[in-house]
C-alpha cells in the first residue's frame, strides 16, 4: 500500500478506520508500514440523530495496521455536501 500513497502526499485525504471513526486531513507523509502522518486532521463523527460533528485534531499519525481505507477527498465535492443538516448512521467498525 505504501507505493500507492506516493502520488497522495500532499493532497487532502479521507481516512476510515478498523474502529470505526473517519478522519480527513493533507497527507504529509508515510513509510514501508503504511504509517500515515496527516496534517489539518479533523474527525467526523456521523449520528443518526444529530448533525455530523467536526473535531479539529491538528497533526495526527496513524498506525498503518489501523487504516480501513484511504483515499483522495475530492474537496470540490466535499464541500458541496451539506453536513451541517446530514444525519446517518455511523459506520461499523472492520473486523479483519
Do not use: C, W
Not at 487532502?12 to 508515510?30: A, H, I, W
Not at 484511504?70 to 466535499?78: C, N, Q, T, Y
Amino acid at each position: 500500500m505504501s507505493d500507492q500513497l506516493r502520488s497522495l502526499v500532499d493532497h487532502p485525504v479521507f481516512v476510515y478506520l478498523t474502529d470505526g471513526r473517519t478522519l480527513v486531513g493533507q497527507l504529509m507523509g508515510y513509510d514501508q508500514a503504511a504509517n500515515v502522518i496527516l496534517g489539518k486532521t479533523h474527525e467526523r463523527i456521523f449520528s443518526s440523530t444529530e448533525a455530523m460533528k467536526t473535531v479539529p485534531i491538528g497533526v495526527y499519525v496513524i498506525r498503518g495496521e489501523t487504516i480501513a481505507l484511504i483515499g483522495e477527498l475530492d474537496e470540490e465535492l466535499d464541500e458541496q455536501a451539506d453536513y451541517d443538516n446530514m444525519m446517518v448512521e455511523p459506520l461499523d467498525p472492520v473486523i479483519l
